[in-house]
């Protein structure tokens, strides 16, 4: 790289350290490899890739790159568009889980300290955070993040190799709703390191907890559990080490009684689960003498504590210590004897108890988790495995055996799914290759497991421990000759004087098994349960129920064998996704790395292979079929599904995109696509498809709830004129839209609004005046207050001639008095002022009324006055001489729906039919259909592609009645430049729905304009009209006119809109802008 600062191609400000993706190196060799991990180490970039696999380097140091701003910013972006990080994974597998209906899996891996542990907790809290849902999922989540600080201090310890060493392994299962909501969880946990409990290596702790409860505990917890300090008890004095660096154990303490709250366990569990705890410590104080051959309780005084915790009676605590059932057969009958045992043996007997009562709590607690957690029927799930770590120590017990065990599977997990099968792979779908070799670990697998031919490790130490009975001495040679004998040619064992060594991935250990180990890690547990009073501590021991029941126990190797096996099985049924964690040095500090150690785990985790075998295949492939699902949404000819052979459907995709030829070959049953960027760019276009269906879906979400809302709005509205006023027969079922004159994109009447006012309502609506005379008025209404604008010419300056809009009124909600109506069917109003009234008709006036009645009430706290009479007065404006007075509307009875006026000096009669009864209310008949997303017509949605973008989850569609409003083809369209009409590219989404969406809603609402005529009339012999008022047409079917014009009429309609023909063209316009002639 030089010295040229390179920066991140896509993200910015992202300076380029080494390669993000070690595919991309130039040479690959370890010393290469080596490098890159460092420069990237050195530069604060612990994250790398090799393809989909992320490598993480231990920083020992909290990175800044852990924020919200990182977790927006992973959030749905393609692996290259960012830096390498492990966000980025945690949403592949969400994303992947979600599109493809899969179980995923993440296997973590790496020796002990390497970061395990913190990289499962940034995978849980990014998919927390990322992952929506209500109350009861945050229950879940937060049962989820909380269950690791609890498992935490039962579970892990300070050894040599880490300060918080996970001393079991786990397997957490998130499990999620087909919404991707984590609504449930299991985990499974794997044997704990038990002889932890009752002893511990120089520099090392025992289990968290202890110390945690010693240092946190309040003074009333202190004198019932009878905590000392730490030195006092002979559990945590061998090593002689209590305090961890960096670690505040009273403030952990807190957090660990926090989490059990959290999780549910009740308050007297939780002193119960103390209790335990605080009873193996006491237990661990009793100590035995040798009395001629038998052991005996040194000191009486001290079985009173932990009898007391543990709820047993001292004296039988002493029995069961120093003593042992035997059963006896003889001449056919069996008898039980008391055996009494000496020193050595009670020792046992003690210790055997206290890692008993150990790990049976902790696996309370984990069961104590799951119930929290569990769900009925399992859907999806995302399975994070953190495991303890590969580890050597001084004296490598049968626990490390079994640990490395388990690591070494891991191993073998990662070799054939991603070296071996990978390339059988491409044999067998007839893709040209050239094999990479690589060292398949399994041969160990084999050395440790094999049940037969030749026996394993395993196996030789079941049967020497089966075999061993009671007779302990030479037991350590025979397990030795045997195992010499069974694998002793085998080329990854040695054995040795005092133990065996095995040639593991990762590197040779020597192991001192001794058959006391093997004995001790017996699962039986003996018979406690009788002496044990409290139920919950019985409860730890449910098999010992059936004492009778005699069965060959099993041994801690053939339950960690089958464990491991049921965990692979469990891996290999989700789709796996690799965190090979790697630690840079043993110091714990931060910017050392130490080449030799850098270098070794680079070769035993197989890096250099892993890109070979990357870098020669194919980065991706994919059965046709599930490719074709995932990119049919590209092309119409696939959506929504392909008819044809899938291979085509998959070749004619990868043609739409002007795929290179030579970056895909097609194999028996998969497509194999050679380099990620050529991916990326099908994904890419597969985001923008869905993000254009999001925004439909967003859209249509919008106007679900905009129609919600104005369904109740029309109820409330109906109410007010209930029993008050008659009701024109298609307002009753008509939809509410509120801006009728599309706002959003009219500067000109917008302008006298402030910034971000509201629309409640926005329509045309007719004013009179003082002579009855009608003239045109945009009548506006917002939280603030009501405004009429009209249109005046300019009288003079540069824009002389030119007709502009004018605010003619504006109305406070302060200075209103009150409305008055008519009882009948008319859409006149009156809005009572404390200057001047004004006289309106509004096709629309329910829904503005009842706005207007709201917000009204909102401002002003009380009701707005309304009153239905038929005869109506209003003041008018004192205007120069003339001006004062009031005028009278009258009311009649007449004939048919359209009010018919007569203006007679100061009084207006209008006439109109009978409307529906006053007291039609509440709409009746369905308007409106509510349908899923696949009934949008000309839209099919497969159900995958719902759970796509979190936004989907919105699948509520809404559909035009079929049957109800009339066709509205060509009628007065919104008036919204054509481009933005689909609305594309419009972010604005988060919004609060404004009621601005006039033009495609006010199709929908039922106009009163009627359906223009279908042709073209042939020249009329007809009506003419002439104009009273200039009139400027305000959409392409309108026409415009100025004052006196004169032109054709062609038609008259009820609804106000006539049709007329103005030099040749026909449109519609107003009707009482003009006088027939
Ligand atoms: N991403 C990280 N950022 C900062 N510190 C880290 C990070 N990863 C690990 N560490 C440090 O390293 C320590 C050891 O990490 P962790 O406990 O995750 O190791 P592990 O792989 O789980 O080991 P074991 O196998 O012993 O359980 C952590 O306690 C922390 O101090
Ligand atoms: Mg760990």
């Known amino acids: 790289v030089g010295s040229c600062e390179c920066y991140h191609w896509q993200s910015q400000n992202v300076k380029q350290s080494g390669v993000d993706d070690m595919v991309l190196l130039s040479k690959i060799t370890e010393d290469a490899i080596v490098d890159n991990l460092k420069k990237r180490y050195m530069d604060d970039y612990i994250f790398t890739y090799i393809g989909p696999v992320l490598i993480s380097v231990n920083p020992f140091k909290q990175m800044p790159y852990f924020t919200d701003r990182e977790i927006e910013m992973y959030q749905g972006a393609a692996q290259y568009e960012n830096p390498p990080h492990i966000y980025a994974l945690s949403d592949n597998m969400y994303r992947n889980m979600m599109i493809d209906a899969e179980n995923q899996c993440v296997i973590i891996s790496g020796e002990s300290g390497a970061g395990k542990t913190v990289a499962a907790k940034y995978i849980m809290g990014y998919i927390s955070k990322v992952s929506g849902g209500g109350s009861k999922v945050q229950h879940v989540k937060d049962i989820i993040l909380q269950s690791n600080p609890l498992l935490e201090a039962f579970g892990n310890a300070k050894t040599v190799r880490n300060n918080n060493s996970s001393r079991f392994g786990k397997y957490f299962e998130i499990q999620f709703s087909r919404g991707g909501e984590p609504d449930g969880g299991k985990i499974s946990n794997f044997l704990l390191e038990k002889s932890r409990v009752v002893s511990q290596n120089e520099n090392e702790r025992n289990f968290h907890i202890y110390y945690q409860m010693i240092e946190g505990a309040n003074d009333q917890q202190k004198e019932s559990l009878g905590i000392m300090t730490p030195d006092y008890y002979c559990y945590l004095n061998q090593s002689g080490t209590y305090k961890v660096d960096g670690t505040n154990d009273s403030k952990d303490f807190q957090e660990t009684m926090e989490a059990m709250q959290v999780i549910g366990i009740p308050g007297d569990h939780q002193t119960q689960v103390l209790q335990i705890v605080g009873g193996i410590l006491h237990l661990g104080n009793i100590s035995f003498i040798e009395a001629g051959n038998y052991g005996k309780v040194e000191s009486t005084d001290l ?96 626990e490390q055996f079994c640990i490395n065990f388990v690591n070494e599977k891991l191993q073998q997990i990662f070799i054939e799914l991603t070296l071996k099968a990978e390339q059988e792979e491409y044999v067998q779908e007839g893709i040209k290759w050239t094999p990479i070799e690589y060292f398949n670990n399994k041969i160990v697998c084999d050395l440790i497991e094999n049940k037969l031919n030749p026996p394993g ?158 870098r020669a ?364 009409q689909n609305n594309q590219g419009n972010l604005d989404f988060l919004n609060v729905p404004d009621q601005g969406m006039s033009g495609k809603q006010r199709k929908r609402s039922i106009s009163q304009r009627p359906p223009p005529a279908p042709k073209p009339q042939p020249q009329p012999k007809g009506p003419r009209c002439r104009a009273i008022y200039q009139y400027i047409g305000q959409d392409t079917d309108e026409i415009s006119f100025d004052v006196n014009d004169v032109f054709d009429l062609i038609k008259e309609d009820p609804s106000g809109w006539w049709t007329g023909r103005v030099q040749g063209k026909e449109g519609l316009f107003p009707g009482n802008y003009v006088e027939k002639i």
């Open 303 to 398: 079985l009173a504590f932990p009898a007391y915790l543990l709820g047993i009676d001292p004296s039988r605590l002493q029995d069961k210590l120093t003593s042992r059932k035997m059963e006896s057969k003889w001449a056919g009958k069996s008898e039980s004897i008391n055996v009494t045992l000496n020193q050595e043996q009670a020792t046992y007997t003690r210790d055997a108890l206290a890692k008993a009562l150990y790990a049976r709590l902790f696996d309370y607690l984990v069961e104590a988790i799951n119930k929290a957690i569990q769900k009925p029927h399992e859907e999806f799930s995302i399975g994070v495995l953190d495991i303890y770590g590969f580890e050597i120590f001084q004296r490598n017990g049968f």
């Open 617 to 980: 295949g194919f980065a991706y492939r994919r059965l046709f079929n599930k490719f074709l699902n995932r990119y049919a949404i590209l092309t119409a000819e696939t959506w929504p599904c392909w008819r044809g052979p899938e291979q085509q459907g998959v070749l004619h995709l990868l043609r739409s995109v002007n795929m290179d030829t030579d970056q895909y070959q097609m194999g028996r049953s998969k497509v194999f696509v050679k380099n990620p960027e050529s991916l990326f760019l099908l994904e890419e276009m597969r985001e923008r498809k869905f993000d254009t269906f999001a925004r439909i879906i967003q859209k249509s979400w919008r106007k679900y709830i905009a129609r919600k809302k104005y369904e109740q709005m029309r109820e409330e509205a109906s109410d007010i004129l209930y029993n008050s006023k008659e009701r024109r027969k298609n307002s009753i079922n008509r939809n509410f839209v509120g801006d009728y004159l599309g706002l959003e994109q009219r500067p000109e009447l917008r302008q006298f609004l402030a910034k971000r006012e509201r629309v409640d309502f926005a329509d045309s609506v007719n004013k009179f005046d003082r002579r009855f005379k009608s003239i045109k008025r945009d009548l506006i209404l917002t939280p603030k207050g009501i405004y009429l604008i009209g249109r005046e010419k300019v009288k003079k300056g540069p824009e002389k001639g030119q007709i502009k809009e004018v605010l003619k009124r504006k109305l406070e909600f302060g200075s209103l008095s009150g409305i008055s109506l008519s009882t009948r069917q008319d859409d006149f109003f009156i809005l009572h002022e404390s200057q001047y009234d004004s006289l309106l008709e509004s096709n629309f006036k329910t829904e503005f009324l009842s706005l207007l009645l709201k917000r009204y009430e909102e401002a002003i706290k009380r009701k707005l006055s309304i009153s239905f009479t038929d005869r109506l007065e209003f003041r008018v404006k004192k205007e120069g001489w003339g001006g004062g007075g009031s005028r009278v509307v009258v009311f009649q009875r007449g004939q048919g729906d359209v009010a018919e006026l007569k203006a007679g000096g100061k009084t207006l009669s209008i006439t109109v039919g009978d409307g529906l009864p006053k007291s039609s209310s509440k709409w009746n008949q369905t308007t409106a259909t509510w349908q899923t997303i696949g009934g949008e017509p000309g839209k099919n949605f497969l159900p995958g592609s719902l759970n796509e973008e979190k936004i989907m989850k919105v699948y509520i569609f809404w559909r035009p009645p079929s049957t109800a409003p009339p066709k509205l083809g060509s009628q007065r369209a919104p008036r919204v430049p054509a481009h933005s």
């Open 457 to 614: 490790i395993m196996s030789v130490l079941d049967d020497v421990c089966a075999t061993m009975h009671a007779k302990g001495e030479g037991a350590d040679g025979t397990l030795l000759q045997k195992l010499q004998a069974a694998v002793g040619v085998h080329e990854h064992f040695n054995s040795w004087n005092s133990g065996f060594v095995v040639h593991h991935y990762a590197g040779k250990v020597d192991y001192g098994i001794t058959t006391s180990q093997i004995r001790r890690n017996k699962t039986k547990v003996t018979l406690w349960h009788l002496c044990l009073s409290s139920t919950f501590i019985r409860g730890l021991f449910p098999e010992n129920l059936n004492t009778d029941k005699k069965s060959r126990p099993t041994t801690a190797s053939s339950k960690i064998k089958k464990q491991a096996n049921d965990l692979v099985n469990t891996l290999m049924k989700c789709t796996p996704h690799y965190i090979r964690c790697i630690k840079p040095n043993e110091t714990k500090r931060p910017k050392d790395w130490e080449e030799s150690r850098g270098r070794h785990q680079v070769e035993y985790l197989g890096l250099r292979e892993n890109i070979r075998v990357r």
